[in-house]
């Protein structure tokens, strides 16, 4: 099984990923993962894109394809794959179909509303760094971190505005790529609004009907 996760910051991809890996014994493949891992083994590819990094500029799409590409060739990939952060552009997109025919694209579909409310309700302790939300993860004593007794802090990533203007970034981004594997017949859309069990079940039973 060869899949692209989609699904804005907040929506839940990055645990579906984690499901759907252990469900089709098949790797979780961050685009993130892969720069680190070359860059720590000084591999040719790791070096190439180590210069472009030092500049402050963005890593070329051919070069973020070829770094994709050799990941997957390797041997835990043969029964498939999942791929998260990538492609990013339609023009990797389209060098992605060149060499390789991907089964779907799965979108995780979450309201920017939602996502915000999500967000809003996080709190982070800035001395042990441990994570609190105002509904899943409530302190014992409100605002008081439990393993260290700091106040805890809303991170400015997580204040609406912020999640707002990343969340206009990500459609930006994201929708010509919707559009894209959905000419393809292969985009798999599924609530998640639901809980994490329903999201991974939806998932599942679109991809094998
Ligand atoms: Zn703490």
């Given amino acids: 099984m060869k899949l692209i996760l989609l699904g804005a910051p907040g929506a839940g991809k990055g645990t579906q990923a ?7 014994s098949i790797p979780h493949i961050s685009t993130g993962d892969i720069f680190r891992a070359n860059l720590k083994a000084e591999t040719p590819l790791g070096l190439k894109a180590k210069e472009y990094m030092d500049k402050g500029l963005l890593v070329p799409d051919e070069l973020t394809v070829d770094l994709v590409m050799d990941r997957i060739a390797q041997e835990d ?3 498939g ?3 998260d952060g ?8 389209a060098a992605l179909d060149e060499k ?8 995780v579909e979450v ?3 939602d996502i915000v409310k999500r967000m809003a309700g996080r709190r982070v302790c800035p001395s042990c760094g441990e994570p609190y939300h105002t509904e899943w993860k409530v302190p014992k004593k409100e605002g008081i971190c439990d393993r260290c007794g700091a106040e805890l802090i809303i991170r400015k990533d997580d204040e609406p505005e912020t999640v707002l203007k990343r969340l206009t970034v990500y459609h930006d981004q994201t929708q ?7 000419k393809q017949d292969k985009l798999v859309a599924v609530d998640g609004t639901l809980s994490v069990e329903e999201v991974t079940n939806a998932i599942i039973a679109k991809l094998e009907a």
């Fill in 111 to 113: 309201p920017d509303e």
């Fill in 81 to 83: 794959y999942i791929l």
């Fill in 176 to 182: 010509p790529l919707i559009d894209h594997y959905g």
């Fill in 86 to 93: 990538f492609p990013r552009t339609l023009n990797q997109a």
């Fill in 18 to 24: 984690t499901r759907l890996a252990e469900h089709y």
């Fill in 77 to 79: 990939c043969v029964n």
């Fill in 100 to 107: 390789v025919a991907i089964d779907a694209a799965v979108d």
